[in-house]
């Protein structure tokens, strides 16, 4: 059947091209060629009916497709393109705007604080918190003087940028504000400590809220002092640190909730040897995270007593005698931070954030 139609039909180009070039011949017999034509299409049909069908359709079938593809083809052409967002885009889309008080009292976006290098500063008080040696700053500070006491805390993030920067930040802002619609001058001590604890306590559920999608497991250290008179009165959750320091020595100081302050308890290793121990930077509680543990302390102060709160990247990093001999040879909070900032720069791989506060 193919054959046949085949031959035909070359026939026939054959024969219309030879009409086209002689124009006398295709005027003459142009009405018997098409009739000529037309009968042995009728015949070859009437004869081949079932077969020409088989070749029929399938071209059909061909053609629907082919008709079909460029149709999607087309379609994916006008289709309006999807906005490709880089990681940080997305998070930074997400993020829930947040304000900042400023040193004037007025409020910012968060976007406009270089956390890179935070500087705080209050009459007796003076804090920094430095990215030290990574790309983004995960620590936060406060430094407040509210009615009559200051306020200092020392926050360090945990989750990775812009989620333990969003936790270290979360704490202290929910911390300062609940200081400061809450504490009344005529508390007692143990009083303040149980609105210290209450303050933790909610700090500690509105990051476990947050804590969703890329932020999931974002948590944060926090480490507190409230001074009021010759009482100063610390909170502590993780492994941020006060210290007590008098005439050039540790009075006392917080104890870090991790995994080597229970080696130093257990007398395994030495505080000398927990700085340099791999596992050093294992926390066993902290806010935002299933286990939450808060100590509270209650320390008398002297007059040119110094109260010093740092991050992981001061004390892990700088021994104890350096920090110390620091603040023997400098009076001013401001030279004794900056001072203990650039030891700490040359030394740490951390955020570094130091506070201290001289008793007047």
């Given at each position: 059947m193919k054959k046949v139609l085949y031959t035909y039909l070359l026939s026939s180009t054959l024969s219309i091209n030879y009409g086209l070039n002689n124009s006398s011949y295709l005027e003459s017999n142009s009405s018997d060629m098409i009739n000529n034509i037309s009968n042995n299409i009728s015949n070859i049909i009437g004869n081949y009916t079932i077969e020409l069908i088989l070749i029929i359709l399938p071209i059909i079938a061909i053609a629907i497709g082919m008709a079909m593809y460029f149709i999607i083809q087309k379609r994916k052409k006008i289709k309006p393109k999807m906005e490709i967002k880089t990681k940080d885009e997305i998070k930074k889309k997400e993020n829930i705007p947040k304000k900042i008080k400023s040193e004037e009292g007025k409020t910012m976006d968060s976007e406009t604080l270089n956390r890179d290098d935070i500087t705080l500063e209050k009459e007796w008080a003076y804090g920094r918190s430095h990215k030290g040696n990574r790309k983004h700053n995960e620590d936060y500070i406060l430094l407040e003087k509210i009615k009559d006491i200051y306020l200092l805390a020392v926050a360090d993030g945990i989750g990775g940028h812009n989620a333990g920067e969003i936790?270290?930040?979360?704490?202290?802002?929910?911390?300062?504000?609940?200081?400061?619609?809450?504490?009344?001058?005529?508390?007692?001590?143990?009083?303040?400590?149980?609105?210290?604890?209450?303050?933790?306590?909610?700090?500690?559920?509105?990051?476990?809220?947050?804590?969703?999608?890329?932020?999931?497991?974002?948590?944060?250290t926090l480490t507190t002092a409230i001074i009021k008179g010759d009482k100063c009165i610390v909170a502590n959750c993780g492994d941020s640190r006060a210290y007590l320091i008098r005439d050039g020595n540790v009075i006392d100081r917080t104890k870090d909730h991790s995994f080597v302050q229970a080696l130093i308890d257990s007398g395994q290793i030495s505080e000398e040897k927990?700085?340099?121990?791999?596992?050093?930077?294992?926390?066993?509680?902290?806010?935002?995270?299933?286990?939450?543990?808060?100590?509270?302390?209650?320390?008398?102060?002297?007059?040119?007593?110094?109260?010093?709160?740092?991050?992981?990247?001061?004390?892990d990093y700088v021994n104890k005698e350096d920090i110390l001999n620091v603040l023997r040879s400098n009076e001013d909070p401001k030279d004794i931070v900056n001072e203990l900032l650039n030891i700490a720069l040359e030394k740490t791989k951390d955020n570094v954030s130091i506070v201290v506060y001289k008793k007047h």
């Open positions: 936790a270290s930040e979360m704490a202290l802002d929910t911390l300062e504000k609940f200081i400061t619609e809450r504490y009344r001058e005529d508390l007692s001590t143990e009083e303040i400590k149980e609105i210290l604890r209450e303050a933790y306590n909610l700090a500690h559920s509105k990051i476990k809220e947050n804590a969703v999608g890329d932020r999931t497991g974002m948590g944060t927990a700085m340099t121990h791999p596992m050093k930077n294992i926390i066993t509680s902290a806010l935002g995270l299933d286990e939450l543990q808060i100590e509270v302390y209650q320390w008398n102060l002297k007059k040119e007593d110094v109260l010093l709160l740092s991050s992981d990247g001061l004390h």
